[in-house]
C-alpha cells in the first residue's frame, strides 16, 4: 500500500497548489519504488509540479527519467508534451519542436498530436524572427494540423488566423488576407 498511499499523498499537495511537496512526494515514490505501476506517474507528476513552479529544468529532468525508464509508459507522450512545452518557456524552440514531433511520429492520428502540431507550428513561428523560412516550415505544420479529421472549428479557426500571421511576416498580404477572411466567414 506504501507507494498507493504516497501517490495520494503527493496528488493531494498537488491539488492544494502544494507543489514543492508534491514534487518531493512524487520523487520519493519513484525512487523508493521503481518497480511500481506508479513510478512513471510519479515522475510525469514531479516533473508537472517542478513546471507548477516554473522550475523548468528540474521538470525536464523528470520527463527524461520518465523516458529512460519507462521507454513504454503510457505516460511517455504526455511527459515529452509537457517537456515540449517546458523548452519553449525557456526559449529552446528547436528542442520543443524535437519533442512536439516525436509525438506526432508516435501518435499521428491522437488528439495530443494535434495540439502538439499546433504547438509546434508556433516554435516555427518563433524562431522566424531570427529566420524567415521558418515561417514557411510553420504554414506547412499548420496546414498539416488543418487536414486532420478530427480538428474542431475553434481550432481551426486558431490556426487559420497564424498561417494569415505567417503569410503576413512573408509579404504574402493577399494570402494573409484571405487567411484572415477565412476566419471571419466561416
Not at 500500500?1 to 499537495?13: N, Q, S, T
Not at 527519467?65 to 507522450?77: G, H, I, N, R
Amino acid at each position: 500500500w506504501a507507494p498507493d498511499v504516497l501517490f495520494w499523498l503527493a496528488e493531494y499537495h498537488f491539488n492544494q497548489g502544494n507543489h514543492i511537496e508534491a514534487q518531493r512526494v512524487f520523487a520519493e515514490l519513484a525512487a523508493k519504488y521503481p518497480g511500481q505501476n506508479l513510478a512513471d506517474d510519479a515522475l510525469y507528476w514531479a516533473g508537472r509540479s517542478a513546471a507548477a513552479r516554473h522550475e523548468y529544468l528540474e521538470s525536464i529532468e523528470f520527463y527524461n527519467k520518465l523516458a529512460a525508464q519507462f521507454p513504454d509508459s503510457p505516460k511517455l507522450l504526455e511527459a515529452r508534451f509537457a517537456q515540449g512545452d517546458a523548452l519553449s518557456e525557456l526559449g529552446q524552440f528547436a528542442g520543443a519542436i524535437l519533442a512536439f514531433e516525436e509525438i506526432i511520429k508516435k501518435a499521428p492520428s491522437s488528439y495530443l498530436a494535434d495540439l502538439a502540431r499546433g504547438r509546434k507550428g508556433d516554435c516555427q513561428f518563433t524562431l522566424g524572427s531570427d529566420d524567415p523560412s521558418r515561417y514557411s516550415e510553420a504554414i506547412q505544420t499548420y496546414s498539416a494540423l488543418l487536414a486532420q479529421l478530427n480538428i474542431t472549428p475553434e481550432l481551426a479557426w486558431q490556426v487559420e488566423y497564424k498561417i494569415g500571421r505567417c503569410e503576413e511576416k512573408l509579404k504574402n498580404k493577399d494570402k494573409a488576407l484571405d487567411h484572415y477572411l477565412s476566419v471571419c466567414y466561416d
